[in-house]
């Protein structure tokens, strides 16, 4: 299991009111990225919008994956998954929309030596043509057929789908020691 170093860095100045504390110093060693992925899940067609990595691609280069992103600071993750979403497949939706799908804790990720988290939500409803805005990062944006997902799949995010739609479970964990890889009260086959 990784070790988080002692709290390192300076105090950071935060704002005082009597419900909130004085600031503390930053825990960096022990910070964990925010991540946010979207299931737009078009039900009376049973299809998913899903993005291919390009060849230019940070990691998983080709491979299929949701559309998905970093959370920018000060972000409220819902946000985030809006903003990211739109930024990728020009597909809009209502933050108040969204429906949390599963969690995925990672220990470790390419830009995320101490771990991540990626809330990946589901949306039902949205505006917009589907479309690849980012060329550079993405090979396609593209409607799939729910029950003929790619196989090429990132791997954290084509768990997440493929349990979404079997309906559970709705937490993985990712790159953890230990027997126990999933957090369900029912375990399904991946």
Known sequence: MPSNPADEGTTVAQPHTDDQPRALKPAFQS???LVAAVIVHDRSAHRVALLQRSENAKFAQGMWDLPVGKSEPGEPITETAVRELYEETGLVVKAESLKVAHIIHGAWGVEAP????TVVFAAHEWSGKLENREPEKHAQVCWID?????????GT?????????QGGPEISLDGWSGPDTTCSPTSIPG
């Open 157 to 165: 995010t084509g768990s997440a789908l493929r349990r979404y739609l």
């Open 31 to 33: 910070m964990t990225l």
């Open 114 to 117: 101490n771990g991540f988290l």
């Open 146 to 154: 729910a029950s003929a997902l790619p196989e090429a799949f990132v």
